[in-house]
Each structure stands twice: as C-alpha cells, then as structure tokens.
C-alpha cells in the first residue's frame, strides 16, 4: 500500500512539474505583459472614527498596500512559492486586490503556477505525516489559502483537509480556533463541541493573549453567518470589547502580528465597538513600520499587514462564491461535551438597550434533588425557546429534547431527564419573580401562561422548569 502511494504522489508531482514548466514557457514566451488587478479601495480612518473599514478613507493605506503586494511578488522562488509563506502569500494576493467581499478573485498563469507548487507542499507534508506530524496551524492555513482559490479543501486529491483539521483538535487555542474558521470558511460542518470550545475561549479574555482571541473573534463570526443563528452573535461583541480595549496609546495592540488579527476582527461594522478603539490609530501604528520597499519586516508580517489594510481579510474568505456546497445547511449539532463556564453578568457599562437579563433554572424531582441556574444577557424580543437554545450551548445540564407541533415545540427531555406519562412526571414551566429557591417552590398559578414559542422574555424575569410528579 505504501508503495502504492509512493507511485501516485510520485506521478503527481511529476505532472505538477511538467505543468509548472508549460505555463512558464508561456509567460517567457508571451510579450504581452499580464495585467495587475487594479486596487481601488481606500483605508484609515481618517474622521478618526473607530468604524470598520470605509471606502472614503484616505489613499495612503491604499499605496501602502500596493507596495507590499509588489514587495511579496518580488520575493516569488524560483519555484514559484514564497519558502514557508505561500499560502499566507496567497492569501494575501487573492483577497487585498478587490473591494466586493463576495468577489471571486481571476486566476492569472502565475497564480496557477504558485498554486501548484502549494499543492506540491501540501501532498508532501501529507505524505510525510508518519515521519513529521501535521501542523494545525499550517495545515489550516493551506486550507483557507485553498478556500481563496475557489479549491475546496474538503476534495483536496482524495483528501479531507478540513476533516483531517477537525479530527485532530490541537490543544493550543490559537491553532484550535483557525481550524474551526479554516473549517467554517470551508462551509463544512462545525459540531457543536468546538463551538462551546470558541464560547469558553471567549467568556475569558483575560486568560489569552491578543491573537488568540482575535482568531476566536473571526471564527466565532464566520459561525453566526454559516449558521443564521443570530444568538450567538451577542457572544461575540463580550470578547471584541475585550479585546477593542486592549489598543495601546500608540494605537498598536503590542506586536505587529497582533495588531493586524486585532484589525481584522474588529473591522466588521456589525460587531464594531465604538469609542474603544480607533481604527485610524491602528493604521498609522502598522504604516509606521513598512519600509521603503514596502515590506513590514518579512514576508509574514508584510502577509499579516496587507490583510488588517485591506477591505477583505480572513473574515471574508466565506463570502466568496466559489460555489461550494455547505454541508451545514444552518444545522448545530448537539453532541457531547462540556462546557467549562457560564455566561458572566454583564455590567451596566457593556449592556446595549436591546439586551436583555434573565435568568433561567431547572429543577429534578418534586423535592428538587437536582438545582441548575444560568444567567443569561440576550437581545430583547426573543422567546424563551431561544433562550433554551443559547443555554444548552453553555451547559449540557440544559440541553433540550422536543417534539414540534403545529402550534410551537414541546420539551419533553431536558437534563436527560424524559417525561413518563405513566408515573405522572412532566416538566412544568413557570415565570416566577425572583431566582427560585428550593425551600420555597412556586405556586401553580405561577405557571408560564405559554408555551416556549410564545414567551417573549423581558429583562430581569425567572425561569424555572422543574421536572415534578402531578
């Protein structure tokens, strides 16, 4: 079988080779010069504002920009890859150049001719796995390089990049949350294990660093957009103001690698935060440091820094229509795990008028032998069934069956605990007016007057479903 393999990877290189030596024959002998996208997009900031990235920005960003693509083309091996940098290269290459998030970026014989030679690395580095482990960090970036290039990282030769990504989970959070938003990106399917995983990450910014949290930021919102499950988006403003006030005076948030993830997860004007940040700030502080030839240091910090001045970065790899079939089709799927923290009380100073606070309790057995509580800050309008869904995502004690009705859902399971007709337990609902306490139970007439469809919460209500004999 070995040997087997050892012939097909052979061949295939062999055949990469032979390709990459047409298409450079080609370009030799064609005397046309191949044209350059044009790059119309302007960047800054320059009301000194902290919104995302704005077309009426100044020019300056746009230059800037244009000198480091033309630095990192410059930097181009004779093999046509960039050493250890190619796909953050074409990563780069393919989103800086276009202003439209959902445009398809062309494909010119040098990016055809890079692109193989990444193919090359990337089927080597998977032949060599036995010898050299795999790299969740560089085979998520191969991934989301592959992603920009309308190359499915699912069908990548008779390999599952993306499934390979996910089977593997990397204990270290960073390289954790860029294969979730490799895999996202992707349109593949994000379990709902990672995703109380992100969610833990993010209710303690504190205890990670910038780039760590930032990369938590981007995969957290690819998942909002794959999943339609608005939700979860006021889980991802709690860690952006986090990390919004993390920015220093001189407009950087420490290193240049930070400073650019900072960047792109905060440009995205739905979650932007304002008067905790300063765009223009940030971009004059990464300015500072290119050099006359338009680099940013090395090839990967001039990569990090086109992508954070750009109008597209990592965020926007998912919009691109290249036509890939989700396999998501907005489904979460519940399975195990566990969710280390609840949702912490939000101050009066982080709260919007349109978040809610409530708190939501079950109870096991008519003498409460079980006594589980979360508080929750939600957006307002929102039933109690959404809520019921944000809470089964924090904690499995609150993870939920239900039957669907014609006139809304019917929680039979909840806490693993199923009705039993027969012996008279059933889980009762009740909106109570304040946490319930176990050695004062509420009265019937405190049962919700609804089902879980058509309880609108309001801010500072109690929910107690408790699983009781009649």
Known sequence: MSLCFTKIYSIFII?????????????????????????????GGGDGSSSGVSPTEPSISEVAV??????????????????????????ALQLAPYTELNQIPETTPETQLSTKQMEIEILIMLWRHHE??????????????LNTLCHDPRQFHGHDLIGTLLHHESQRDADFALSVLSACSASAHVRKRPIRRLLDIANAVNDHNIDTVA????????????????????????????LARQQLPDGGFGNLHATALAM????????????????????R????????????????ATTDAILALSWRGLSAIRTLECGHVSDLENHVDIDEGHFKSHVPHTNSNDTEGRNVSVTYTLWVGTNVTENYTLTLTIPRNETFYNVMQIASLLDNHFVFEASEWPNGHYVHTLAGYKEE?????????????????????????LVAPGGVDDLLVEDGEHYLFWYKKL
């Not at 630095?71 to 990563?91: E, H, I, K, M, Y």
């Not at 440091?289 to 240091?297: K, L, P, V």
């Open 285 to 300: 502080w990464l300015l500072s440091h290119q050099t006359e030839n338009g680099n940013f240091g090395d090839i990967a």
């Open 66 to 91: 244009e000198k480091a693509l033309s630095w990192l083309r410059s930097q181009r091996a004779q093999d046509w890859g960039w050493f250890n940098n190619t796909p953050d290269v074409l990563l």
């Open 215 to 242: 990369i938590v930021i981007l995969a957290l919102k690819c998942i909002v957009q794959d999943h339609r499950h608005r939700n979860l988006q006021h889980f991802v403003r709690r860690p952006s103001l986090g």
């Open 421 to 445: 007709p027969m012996g008279y337990h059933y889980w009762l609902l009740y909106r109570v007016p304040t946490v319930p306490d176990p050695s004062n139970p509420p009265a019937n007439q």
């Open 132 to 145: 050299y482990p795999l790299s969740p960090g560089k085979l998520s970036k191969y991934a989301l390089a």
């Open 264 to 283: 792109q997860a905060l440009q995205n004007e739905e979650y932007t935060i304002n008067n905790h940040w300063n765009r223009t700030a940030a971009v």
């Open 15 to 43: 055949f990469a080779v032979v390709a990459t030596h047409s298409i450079a024959e080609y370009i030799q002998d064609d005397s046309t010069d191949i044209p350059i996208n044009a790059y119309t997009n302007d960047y």
